[in-house]
């Protein structure tokens, strides 16, 4: 007999793999972890005035462990962590791998991704005032004395939790697996030691006890569908975590702890309520035994903070890609770990976020008026991707749409079900939602029309660069003057003559030894390694054209990537070299293609875009900036 002793590089990969699958239990779980709190109660909620009788419990906890299993298992486990763009995945993610294979369905993909942003961003703004209102109401439960702290508690744990994102997470991040491991496993636990309560809830593992409960519950059925829907928010998380955390380890972490927990947790509340009716008002807490109430509350307490975080993050990571696309004007992003670089911080919408957490909690002022608001978001999406889907089996799989329809259509038609659900409470608060989508949407459709109808307007007054190039060589006698150094100007049209460029030999005369004309592209993919990054053409004997590529998630730092133009032959001092950039000042024009509104918020938008010398990492003491007002 021979032993096989694990290699170093085998148990290098084995110890990778483990902190992987802790890190997403952490962060890609921590959401649809908390789920439990609340959505098994709000789904009884309109059933409490009659009673609850054994149908109506079996029917939906079953109808919640089917959805789990049929939109969360198939849907996302096992199918769309498989639709990666490089690795990333994510609304915005799959939206640039299809803009790039199918053209022609662009503008339709367009609106279909920026909407799954818009309410991508609303759910980051729900998520963690409902999950810390819920947590923290089982204080309630250890003494009715905390019924009023129960708010400014909730306040009081954002305002800190939005004030440490500048300081980075990653000093507190690897307490999140552990922790939400613990959640799950104590969960479970509080599941298992009540499914003995009433084994009929057994019965509720059939799905025929879900389609009995949606063919007999009537109008009130399609009520609480929305509230059934509660136990799959999160989900979008798997996807959008996929570059940070990688396929395996999701899909592990999933099957052998998270469902598990999940469905043993949903049954005991179950068999707990059937056995003690009178446990209606809150379930999951009134499961556990009364000297552990408060060791579970701190517990769901920190287990909301982490589900919070991570969408937090999750808004930070959509909102760069959305830069790097062109969906958003350029914001502030800080890097707060120097081995992460999915670690950022993007202050405008820490700032966004934490006013509309804060707006949340007081406006609806606890949770089961919050629940109502939050579905929409969460179905919205989930049918937004669902579509994107489609698209994508048929243009990167190869799939027919025959064949493409008819797995994709039954799981459309099942979040179809559940959206309308949802959108009849509009009135109560699910008007929320869809309120801040729609002025997302508003904000990203504006910006790409805009800077495309002021591409379009600066491009006809713009000199073809081989043409500006042969008239300086040609000229003698009024030539500019010749000053050492080199001039790196930035363009977003390589062969235009960047206005800056003309700005600068009318107003000062001068042209230098070497003149670079500088180019940057974001990639349909989300990053480009160095060999790829920069490519160097010699136009002539002064002028050089540099075209440099980053991928939607690298950080655009265009000092650290012309030092990579040094092995292409294009030797400089960097502080012998100026970058010259042009400032824009916009002003409205009666003659522009946008609307009055439009134009307006475009210029607003443009204003509050941080400096490019800034977002492309330029050296500040290098950097020259020469004006020009520009009309719409």
């Known amino acids: 007999m021979t032993s096989h002793t694990a290699s170093p590089g085998?148990?290098?990969?084995?110890?990778?793999?483990?902190?992987?699958?802790?890190?997403?239990?952490?962060?890609?779980?921590?959401?649809?972890?908390?789920?439990?709190?609340?959505?098994?109660?709000?789904?009884l909620r309109p059933f409490s005035a009659d009673g609850v009788h054994e149908n109506e419990v079996l029917g939906l906890i079953s109808l919640m462990i089917w959805t789990l299993t049929i939109i969360v298992t198939v849907k996302y486990v096992l199918?769309?962590?498989?639709?990666?763009?490089?690795?990333?995945?994510?609304?915005l993610s799959l939206l640039a791998l299809l803009m790039k294979k199918t053209g022609s369905f662009t503008p339709?993909?367009?609106?279909?991704?920026?909407?799954g942003a818009a309410l991508f961003i609303g759910d980051a703004m729900i998520t963690?005032?409902?999950?810390?209102?819920?947590?923290?109401?089982?204080?309630?439960?250890?003494?009715?004395?905390?019924?009023?702290?129960?708010?400014?508690?909730?306040?009081?744990?954002?305002?800190?939790l939005f004030l440490v994102q500048s300081k980075g997470t990653?000093?507190?991040?690897?307490?999140?697996?552990?922790?939400?491991?613990?959640?799950?496993?104590?969960m479970a636990w509080g599941g298992l030691i009540h499914i003995g309560d009433d084994w009929t809830i057994l019965k509720a593992l059939n799905p025929v006890n879900a389609l009995w409960f949606i063919t007999h519950a009537g109008f009130t059925g399609l009520i609480v569908l929305g509230a059934v829907f509660l136990t799959v928010t999160g989900a979008e998380a798997l996807y959008a975590d996929l570059g940070h955390f990688g396929r395996k380890p999701i899909q592990t972490a999933w099957f052998i702890l998270v469902f598990p927990a999940l469905a043993l947790n949903y049954l005991g509340q179950g068999a707990f309520v059937l056995a003690h009716p009178e446990a209606i008002e809150n379930p999951f807490y009134l499961m556990y035994p009364e000297w552990a109430l408060l060791p579970v509350v701190i517990l769901a307490t920190m287990a909301t903070i982490i589900a919070s975080q991570a969408v937090i993050t999750g808004a930070f990571s959509l909102a760069r890609?959305?830069?790097?696309?062109?969906?958003?004007?350029?914001?502030?992003?800080?890097?707060?770990?120097?081995?992460n670089t999915g670690q950022i911080y993007v202050p405008a919408v820490n700032m966004l976020l934490f006013i509309g957490v804060i707006v949340l909690i007081f406006a609806f002022g606890n949770s089961e008026s919050l629940a109502t608001a939050y579905g929409?978001?969460?179905?919205?999406?989930?049918?937004?991707?669902?579509?994107?889907s489609f698209q994508f089996l048929r243009s990167i799989w190869g799939w027919s749409t025959i064949k493409a329809a008819a797995i994709l259509l039954p799981l459309l038609l099942l979040e179809a079900v559940f959206l309308g659900a949802n959108l009849l409470k509009i009135h109560d608060g699910g008007w929320v939602p869809i309120a801040l989508a729609l002025a997302i949407m508003a904000v990203m459709w504006t910006w790409t029309r805009g800077s495309r109808a002021l591409r379009e307007k600066t491009a006809k007054n713009d000199m073809p660069l081989d043409m500006f190039i042969k008239s300086v060589e040609r000229q003698s006698d009024h030539a500019p003057v010749t000053v050492p150094g080199t001039a790196v100007f930035l363009t977003s049209v390589p062969d235009r003559t960047p206005a800056v460029l003309l700005h600068n030999i009318k107003h000062n005369h001068v042209l230098h030894e070497q003149n670079v004309v500088l180019t940057i592209w974001t990639q349909d993919k989300p990053h480009v390694p160095d060999s790829e990054r920069?490519?160097?053409?010699?136009?002539?004997?002064?002028?050089?054209?540099?075209?440099?590529?980053?991928?939607?998630?690298?950080?655009?730092?265009?000092?650290?990537?012309?030092?990579?133009?040094?092995?292409?032959?294009?030797?400089?001092?960097?502080?012998?070299?100026?970058?010259?950039?042009?400032?824009?000042?916009?002003?409205?024009?009666?003659?522009?293609?946008?609307?009055?509104?439009?134009?307006?918020?475009?210029?607003?938008?443009?204003?509050?875009?941080?400096?490019?010398?800034?977002?492309?990492k330029l050296p500040a003491n290098r950097v020259v900036e020469l004006g020009e007002q520009v009309a719409i």
């Open 534 to 616: 920069v490519e160097v053409t010699r136009l002539s004997e002064r002028f050089l054209r540099v075209d440099i590529h980053f991928g939607f998630m690298d950080e655009p730092n265009v000092a650290k990537a012309l030092v990579l133009c040094k092995k292409k032959g294009f030797k400089f001092e960097i502080m012998q070299t100026s970058f010259y950039l042009g400032r824009r000042n916009l002003i409205s024009t009666p003659n522009t293609d946008l609307p009055v509104w439009q134009e307006r918020l475009y210029i607003a938008l443009a204003d509050f875009g941080i400096d490019p010398s800034a977002y492309f």
């Open 376 to 388: 929409i978001s969460v179905t919205g999406a989930m049918v937004v991707t669902s579509l994107m």
């Open 128 to 160: 963690p005032a409902l999950s810390v209102m819920s947590a923290l109401e089982g204080l309630k439960l250890v003494t009715p004395a905390f019924a009023n702290y129960v708010l400014p508690m909730s306040a009081a744990i954002m305002v800190g």
């Open 321 to 339: 890609q959305a830069v790097h696309l062109g969906f958003l004007p350029r914001l502030a992003i800080k890097f707060t770990s120097e081995t």
């Open 108 to 115: 339709i993909l367009f609106f279909a991704g920026i909407i």
């Open 170 to 186: 990653a000093a507190v991040s690897k307490f999140f697996g552990p922790i939400t491991v613990v959640w799950f496993l104590v």
């Open 10 to 43: 085998e148990t290098s990969e084995t110890r990778k793999f483990l902190v992987l699958l802790l890190g997403s239990i952490g962060v890609v779980y921590g959401d649809i972890g908390t789920s439990p709190l609340y959505a098994f109660r709000e789904a």
């Open 79 to 91: 199918f769309l962590l498989r639709a990666d763009n490089d690795g990333e995945g994510g609304t």
